[in-house]
């Protein structure tokens, strides 16, 4: 990933925050049809190596699962938020225009080696463990168990798991710190005026521009 010093981020709990608050993840692989890809949630476990460790479920009979078992390296890339800047909110444009618009956003790249799970058991803890961090915070959360057992043992029957333990990861979070402060300044505000997403990249750029782009 091509990371200017400016927006390279290479903390790892930041990176790690970053896959928990937005888990669907697009899983790249390339395999004997080509590359393929596919959003699919993650959960990380933090824990496991040194850089942490994904785990996730798909469909069986999703092509991309031959490309897994084959065990070539495989690419998950978490998407942030995103949102186009145009030019108007910069202090330079007023001083002397010479500004172009750009597009802020925030991802993580995650590289290694898919390893195939096909244990039922190890399926179950997946997605009893996705559905509990999803549905946690639910006045009434669902439960796998909630659903009649053999529904759920049907339903396992038709996904196949994959563990990928982390061996190399990028963070970019492209926010303006390659900006002025008066220009920072000026698209924070302007973000703040738009949807609940720019909102949420103006809160970002704020934070970046208060640590110094650190």
Avoid: C
Avoid at 32 to 46: K, Q, R, S, V
Avoid at 53 to 68: C, D, F, K, S
Wanted: net charge neutral; charged share 20%.
């Amino acid at each position: 990933m091509y990371r200017p010093p400016a927006f390279r981020e290479d903390r790892l709990d930041v990176m790690h925050a970053l896959i928990r608050k937005h888990p669907l993840a697009m899983l790249v692989t390339s395999g004997e049809h080509g590359l393929m890809a596919n959003l699919i949630p993650f959960e990380l476990d933090a824990d496991a190596g040194p850089n942490g460790t994904l785990r996730a479920h798909l469909a069986r009979a999703n092509e991309q699962v031959a490309a897994l078992q084959a065990g070539a390296e495989a690419l998950v890339i978490f998407q942030g938020p995103n949102t186009y800047i145009t030019p108007s909110w910069y202090a330079a444009k007023r001083e002397h225009g010479k500004v172009v618009p750009t597009w802020n956003y925030v991802v993580v790249q995650a590289w290694g080696t898919p390893q195939v799970q096909d244990d039922p058991e190890w399926l179950r803890r997946q997605i009893g463990s996705l559905t509990r961090t999803q549905e946690g915070g639910r006045a009434q959360p669902w439960a796998v168990e909630d659903a009649p057992e053999p529904f759920i043992a049907g339903q396992v029957k038709g996904i196949i798991g994959v563990e990928i333990p982390i061996t190399r990861i990028e963070g970019k979070w492209k926010v303006s710190q390659n900006r002025a402060e008066a220009d920072r300044t000026g698209v924070a505000e302007g973000l703040q005026g738009e949807g609940p997403e720019a909102q949420a990249m103006a809160r970002i750029v704020h934070e970046r521009g208060k640590s110094g782009g650190a």
